[in-house]
């Protein structure tokens, strides 16, 4: 319903406007009156209306001071005046003001309810406009936090970016928190369950420390927690986080695990921060399947965790050399394993290395259902398999196919420069600022020369590469997810959903909502 305050001197009029059409049948909602413009002025303040029709000949503050008045205000009302027929100077003048609309006394029904109509239909569109807003905010804020914390994000874009959506990374005590949501991304019932879950969480934990909360690519809430001077300690941090993911399970009927990252004295360690909290949770659901419990999990993390280079891990996978793999893998094992260690520390330190080779897998492209397949096979075998050189075979043929996935890239053929960009756009396709000009700025090339060199070697322009990898992932994504569509959007790199849609229709040959319901057909 729409809120609207009648104001005149005179007593009749106000009752004649009141009876003169069903207000209730056009959402709106009469919440107060007022005999002249001063009294009229506090309803306004205090009531927040969202229409007011107010007369321009009122004692004490008449309806031009009102309009004037109400201009200043944080949500001024729109509105529509009341006037004689010899008041047209006024009138001109109240338009001036702003006012939406004036109506001559004696007041027509049917012009009132044209005028009423017109005044609701701009309510409307402002309305939609304004929700567009935010929500282009909030997908804005959550691609920059996300942005931040996989690395991918310069120093001047970062700050232009805090200062847009009035956040600040300034704190000598930082971490990562990540919730994660258990449940079916097929259960269509779930479809809003992360962002819900957002909700929750923005509201449960600002209540204690500032909070910045945001949906990462694998479905969890990553969140970026400031504690100055480490005020708060690290148990009342997992308490609180704690608290949160049992509201979440209250209200969504959503079972959640917890973690906290690596403290981080500045914005530059929240990647690191980001990447020990999700292999934490990565871990705990592996220690799950197995059977060992998650404190279990903490306390070997804390004492005995491994030393694994993801970037390291990253370059060998992508080389693709199998002796090297190999070569890796039992290393791994000969430096931290051997045959007095009991099966669950034999299982710790095969699932941190699997947690790695993960997360690497997916910086090298691999798509998320091919992750899951992987991962989903490895874990039967740890559960299965107590044997350390059969663990180590299986760690190996993981690995393994994980670099013929890579080779099917196809990138064979292309110059190491054409090469790197092609990997780059695989990586990084959902960045909505990747463009040829950042690019090139990265290896050091003219833009245009680039292009062409683009061009020459994969017979595609940089752009259409580009949209074609988005859409490809996008299709995935509303076959195999509950996502809206803008989120889907979103998630793939375009932060304008009809421009996603239109590019849709030309990739796939029909709109985006039409694959959705052929999906769920």
Not at 193 to 217: G, M, Q, R, V
Not at 486 to 509: C, D, H, P, Q, W
């Amino acid at each position: 319903m729409y809120k609207m305050v009648l104001v005149d001197d005179e007593l009749q009029i106000r009752r004649g406007l009141m009876s003169l059409i069903p207000w209730d049948e056009y959402g709106i909602e009469i919440v107060g009156e007022a005999d002249n413009g001063q009294t009229a002025l506090d309803l306004i303040q205090n009531s927040n209306p969202d229409i007011a029709i107010m007369d321009i000949r009122m004692p004490k503050m008449d309806g031009l001071q009102l309009l004037e008045a109400t201009t200043k205000l944080v949500f001024p009302p729109k509105c529509i005046m009341l006037s004689g027929y010899d008041q047209f100077e006024y009138v001109k003048k109240a338009m001036r003001l702003g006012a939406l609309n004036y109506l001559l006394k004696p007041v027509d029904q049917e012009e009132l309810k044209s005028t009423i109509t017109e005044t609701i239909a701009t309510l409307h569109d402002e309305k939609c406009k304004k929700q567009q807003f935010n929500e282009s905010m909030k997908i804005l804020l959550n691609n920059t936090l996300n942005r931040l914390l996989t690395n991918r994000i310069e120093v001047h874009e970062l700050r232009e970016k805090c200062q847009l959506l009035d956040i600040s990374l300034r704190c000598n005590n930082m971490s990562v928190g990540i919730i994660r949501p258990l449940f079916d991304n097929s259960d269509l019932s779930l479809r809003y369950i992360i962002f819900d879950a957002l909700d929750i969480c923005h509201k449960s934990l600002n209540a204690h420390f500032t909070a910045y909360p945001a949906a990462d690519e694998f479905d969890n809430i990553a969140i970026i927690i400031k504690n100055p001077n480490g005020e708060i300690s690290e148990k009342q941090i997992l308490d609180i986080m704690a608290d949160c993911a049992s509201q979440i399970q209250n209200k969504l009927h959503i079972n959640c695990l917890y973690t906290l990252g690596a403290a981080a004295r500045s914005y530059k360690e929240l990647p690191n921060s980001y990447q020990t909290a999700l292999r934490t949770i990565e871990a705990s659901l592996m220690w799950g399947e197995i059977g060992i419990q998650p404190d279990e999990l903490v306390f070997l993390q804390k004492k005995y965790t491994p030393e694994i280079n993801i970037d390291s891990l990253v370059e060998l996978l992508q080389q693709g050399n199998e002796a090297e793999v190999r070569q890796y893998v039992h290393e791994f094992f000969h430096n931290n394993i051997h045959y007095g260690l009991s099966p669950m520390m034999v299982k710790f330190y095969v699932i941190e290395l699997i947690t790695y080779a993960l997360q690497a897998a997916n910086q090298c492209c691999i798509a998320e259902t091919e992750l899951i397949q992987l991962k989903t096979q490895i874990y039967e075998k740890i559960k299965s398999n107590n044997y350390i050189k059969e663990l180590e075979q299986s760690v190996f043929d993981m690995l393994w196919g994980i670099c013929q996935q890579i080779h099917c890239l196809n990138i064979e053929g292309y110059s190491q420069r054409i090469q790197y960009v092609v990997q780059y756009i695989h990586r990084h396709y959902n960045d909505p600022d990747l463009s040829l000009k950042t690019l090139a700025h990265k290896i050091d090339v003219n833009s245009a020369y680039l292009g062409r060199q683009f061009k020459l070697e994969t017979g595609a322009f940089f752009f259409d590469y580009l949209n074609r990898i988005r859409i490809q992932r996008a299709k995935h994504l509303l076959a195999s997810t509950p996502l809206r569509i803008a989120e889907v959007a979103e998630r793939v790199g375009f932060l304008n959903v009809a421009y996603f849609s239109t590019l849709y229709k030309k990739f796939i040959g029909e709109c985006p909502v039409q694959s959705r319901s052929t999906t769920e057909k």
